[in-house]
């Protein structure tokens, strides 16, 4: 079964799936995983489940898509490298718009 890179549409905003990569030499995209699913995200964090990892990543969503950062919710995975993400008021085709996919 084939998987793709998919935003949830919610009421109120879209949702997506994101795996962190710490301890890297710049906050960045890397592309998406193997499976077409999940964003792959660098960080220059050390540990993905870190807060300062979880603020990083707000922040750099926050800039990439021009929101502000309390408009970004880690829904899922705060502790650990794979992380769901909701963005409220922003849809489905302006989020895949700014994530330039």
Known sequence: MERKFEIKSATRGAA???????RSEYTGMAGLLEDD??????????EAGSAAANE????????????????IEIVVGHGGRDKLLSVMD????????KLGL
């Open 16 to 22: 997506f799936t994101v795996r962190v990569m710490t």
């Open 37 to 46: 699913s999940t964003l792959r995200v660098k960080l220059i964090a050390e």
């Open 56 to 71: 990083e990543l707000i922040q750099f969503f926050a800039e990439l898509l021009e929101v502000d950062p309390k408009r």
């Open 90 to 97: 922003l849809n489905k085709s302006d989020l895949l718009a």
